[in-house]
């Protein structure tokens, strides 16, 4: 009994520290804006077959640039963004990924904000999230995005 209960507790943790990966790119996303004009880069889009509905704890990305930007993680619902200035065209809805749900079809993005020309590398990003009684913390999506920002003439 004990040694079956001690199975049962072990494969329980395993499954829940284990859920399926998210699927990820070798792509590289090229994104050329203008300073003070906000920009939209897709960096993950959950395919509109996905059988799974994610609760998101959080995104967190890593962006090494030249001077100071602001990046925001976004998520586009019943959408998806190349790289755009407009993402209203693109997206149904766009909101702050923590606390809600993607599901297929979504997809998340960044905001990228500068004050002054900037050149920026965005790595891929990472999700975490819960999944019924899964939960981890998973790369996601395109390898990275170049990003380049023009100063105003």
């Known amino acids: 009994m004990v040694v079956a209960l001690g199975l049962l507790l072990t494969w329980l ?3 829940a520290l284990t859920p399926e990966r998210l699927p990820v790119s070798a792509k590289v996303v090229n994104a050329k804006g203008v300073v003070g004009t906000p ?3 897709g960096m993950f889009a959950a395919p509109a077959d996905l059988d799974r509905t994610l609760r998101i ?4 990305v ?3 640039s030249d001077v100071k ?15 755009t200035t ?4 693109f997206c149904a ?5 923590e606390g ?7 997809s998340i993005v960044v905001r990228v904000e500068a004050d002054d020309a900037a050149l920026a590398v965005i790595d891929r990003i990472r999700i975490a999230y819960r999944e019924d009684i899964r939960w981890d913390t998973q790369p996601a999506g395109n390898r990275q995005a170049i990003v380049t920002v023009a100063g105003r003439p």
């Not at 930007?69 to 790289?83: D, Q």
């Not at 407009?86 to 065209?89: A, L």
């Not at 809600?100 to 979504?106: A, C, H, T």
């Open 39 to 41: 920009l939209y880069v």
């Open 93 to 97: 809805d766009l909101v702050n990924p």
């Open 86 to 89: 407009q993402p209203d065209q």
């Open 13 to 15: 943790v395993w499954y």
């Open 57 to 60: 704890s959080g995104v967190r």
């Open 69 to 83: 930007l602001k990046v925001t993680p976004l998520l586009c619902r019943r959408g998806t963004i190349g790289v």
């Open 62 to 64: 890593h962006t090494t």
């Open 100 to 106: 809600e749900r993607l599901v297929g079809g979504d």
